[in-house]
């Protein structure tokens, strides 16, 4: 009998957050039976040796894949991996650094027969500690946020925390592995399951709680990677996205549509390095304000696809 869902994720170096992942899934609540698929993407230490005892306690009924891609560094390749290695119908698309509790799988199965949508996905709680920072709280204010349950926009897309039957991804050509540096690929791949006409439901009872720590001055860096590449290139082969997260705003001053003349001029402004440099400095020393955040994250971004560094 096949599995009812499969939980796929890549890692590479996982560390003790995968360890507390592991442990999120050796108490699932689903009765049926389920699969793990871990893509080792060039772990120093293979998954298998390093957490063979999180491994080992895994309940019987999850049936267990560890696939190695060597060299790795790759995310959309290895997301490739998991779902064509997969037995189940379902795919649970999940990140190596989040923890959750015992119902999230057999929640997810209930919210997809419940709203018969193609696509669902859950949220990602970066403030979950008692100890959360306003930059924390601000990160969870992003994308849908608080929204209700209900539909969601295709580049609302993020993997992590999201369910989709694996025939989808199949039929929509896989993940695109020119997108091999940060950011990028789910944005691309809501895109065509878009014009695929797919199904997008947000249910944000689905919650997990993301371990990442990454600082306001690192996610500044990553914005600025993904900017030049992963952005860039999904500009450059749906045309029909121009706009996307404020991309418009750096074309030439004089480009259609005319009255975006003085956002264009303001926006080459606001991204010269002296000026973003003394934002990033005191965002980093007050934690506030919470524009402040939205400034920074989209202004990395447009520096990077201008093809400037703020950092030089």
């Known amino acids: 009998m096949k599995p009812d869902i499969s939980v796929q994720v890549p890692v590479k170096n996982g560390g003790e957050v995968f360890v507390r992942f592991l442990r999120s899934l050796a108490v699932q609540d689903i009765q049926s039976s389920w699969e793990l698929v871990i893509v080792d993407d060039g772990s120093t230490v293979p998954v298998q040796e390093e957490f063979a005892q999180e491994i080992g306690e895994l309940p019987d009924r999850c049936s267990v894949k560890i696939l190695r891609r060597d060299p790795g560094g790759n995310r959309p390749a290895a997301r490739n991996m998991a779902f064509e290695a997969s037995e189940a119908h379902v795919g649970l698309l999940m990140d190596a650094d989040l923890e959750f509790d015992s119902s999230l799988l057999r929640k997810h199965l209930e919210a997809r027969e419940k709203s018969a949508a193609d696509v669902v996905m859950g949220k990602r709680v970066n403030s979950w500690s008692s100890n959360a920072t306003a930059w924390q709280k601000w990160f969870d204010s992003r994308a849908m946020g608080d929204s209700s349950a209900g539909c969601f926009p295709w ?28 950011g990028g690929e789910d944005t691309e791949m809501g895109f065509r399951l878009r014009e695929m006409g797919v199904s997008f439901y947000w249910t944000p009872e689905l919650s997990v709680n993301h371990l990442d720590s990454v600082s306001v001055r690192r996610h500044s860096e990553k914005m600025l990677e993904y900017g030049a590449t992963g952005l860039r290139y999904t500009l450059a082969k749906h045309p029909s996205v121009r706009g996307l997260l404020g991309s418009s705003w750096v074309e ?42 939205t400034y920074l994250s989209v202004g990395a971004c447009l520096t990077g696809l201008r093809g400037k560094d703020y950092r030089v």
Not at 175 to 182: A, E, G, K, N, R
Not at 257 to 276: D, I, S
């Open 155 to 182: 580049n609302y897309f993020i993997t992590g925390n999201l369910s989709i039957t694996n025939r989808l991804l199949s039929e929509a050509g896989g993940f695109d592995t020119s997108i091999d540096s940060y």
């Open 252 to 293: 030439p001053l004089l480009a259609e549509p005319a009255y975006l003349f003085v956002m264009r001029l303001l926006t080459r402004l606001f991204l010269l390095p002296p000026v973003y440099r003394t934002a990033l400095r005191f965002a980093e020393r007050y934690n506030k304000p919470s524009c402040l955040f």
